[in-house]
């Protein structure tokens, strides 16, 4: 079979966000074969300026992208972008709503003269609503939006998730979006305008926890720990083993057989307290306090094994230099050992969007800020 032409080999996309949300869209869209075109202010964007440990991040959203600086403040450098815009198939941006149109380059001043352009815009809380002129970050999106209620011990302070989910989930949505926007252009010949809020992608999140919360009054504490937050699995929780820690999820009866014949709890298994899903959400401490006598003396990495292979959804509890030097991940190729021309050596991520019948592109570090610049500029006046 001859390679497929990558999905977005006749793209260009013209990148002008900052920090994780939409680099990271762009990121996906440059992986996908499009050509991404990062437009920089002169001092750089904001993560690139952060620097130290901020170099891992920049690195890993900003591969596969050429770069430019352009100062929109400036007549010069409006002008610069109107014209490549006039080039461009999509244009992104995540800045607050209404701070490109207040520079003369928002979606009606781009699209006036080139109509199939796609103009995608990604922000907090979206274009619209109360909310829309607030600033927001990952943080602040995790904390109004139930994530930091949910999160945490029911009887300790709420904490955010570690990892920085509303920005991402708001970067995959944006390419979501903006790949439907390419496909209805091409059988329609319409661009548009798009409006993704990083507060609209996570309230899906959150769906086990909804439940109990319909009909909540006030008081109402929606945090479980590690147990599920609907409070209707069990068992369902992070336990201790000999050297650190094991997730397990039993969300069917065979499971639970499984589970209790790989770790010899027969009686268990023919106790009636816990006979049904139900029942075991009833008594999930019995539940809790035997599965957890089981592993106190097992290793996390032969409890991931022995359970994964009994067909039992298991998760060893790795720590991050263990996920980044997996070898799963590495096998898959998601994961790279790089040396960076300005980092130096760094484990970065490629797409997790794979086609069968297309590689991904040749990974191209991040580049320095404006690289690109006087080659994407002459480019216009040839």
């Known amino acids: 079979m001859r390679p497929a032409p990558a999905p977005l080999s006749k793209v260009r996309v013209l990148d002008l966000t900052q920090v994780y949300s939409g680099p990271y869209c762009t990121f996906l869209l440059a992986q996908a074969g499009a050509e991404v075109i990062k437009v920089e202010p002169p001092v750089g964007e904001g993560l690139r300026a952060r620097g130290g440990v901020a170099a891992t991040p920049f690195a890993m959203f900003n591969a596969n992208k050429r770069s430019i600086t352009l100062d929109l403040k400036s007549d010069a450098g409006r002008s610069a972008l109107r014209r490549l815009a006039a080039t461009a198939d999509v244009v992104v941006e995540n800045f607050r709503p209404g701070v490109m149109a207040g520079l003369g380059l928002g979606p009606k001043d781009l699209r006036r003269h080139r109509p199939e352009l796609i103009y995608a815009a990604l922000s907090g809380y979206g274009a619209t609503g ?50 439907s926007a390419l496909y209805r ?51 369902y929780n992070v336990y201790r083993t000999a050297d650190g820690h094991v997730a397990i999820i039993c969300t069917t009866q065979g499971h639970w057989l499984s589970l209790t014949t790989a770790l010899g709890l027969e009686a268990a298994a023919a106790d009636p ?100 610049t006087e080659a994407i500029l002459g480019e216009l006046e040839a």
């Open 130 to 179: 109360p909310y829309a002129q607030f600033p927001a970050l990952d943080i602040t999106i995790q904390a109004m939006l139930g994530v930091i209620a949910s999160t945490g011990e029911p009887d300790q302070p709420p904490v955010k998730a570690g990892a920085a989910m509303a920005d991402i989930l708001g970067g995959v949505h944006l390419y979501a979006a903006i790949v």
């Open 185 to 235: 252009r091409s059988v329609t010949g319409l661009g548009g305008v798009i409006d993704v809020a990083m507060a609209d992608c996570v309230y899906p999140t959150l769906a086990s926890n909804l439940g109990p919360a319909q009909n909540a009054g006030p008081g109402f504490i929606s945090r479980t720990g590690n147990r599920h937050g609907g409070g209707t699995v069990s068992p």
């Open 273 to 372: 307290r816990l006979a049904t899903n139900a029942l075991r959400a009833q008594n999930v401490g019995v539940v809790d306090a035997l599965v957890g006598q089981a592993l106190a003396a097992r290793r996390k990495r032969d409890v991931f094994q022995i359970l994964s292979q009994a067909g039992v959804p298991c998760g060893a509890v790795l720590e991050l230099p263990e996920v980044m030097a997996d070898p799963h991940l590495h096998a898959r190729g998601l994961l790279k050992r790089i040396d960076h021309p300005q980092y130096g050596p760094l484990v970065v991520q490629t797409s997790a969007l794979r086609f069968e019948d297309t590689a991904l592109p040749p990974y191209e570090p991040s580049r320095p800020l404006g690289a690109d």
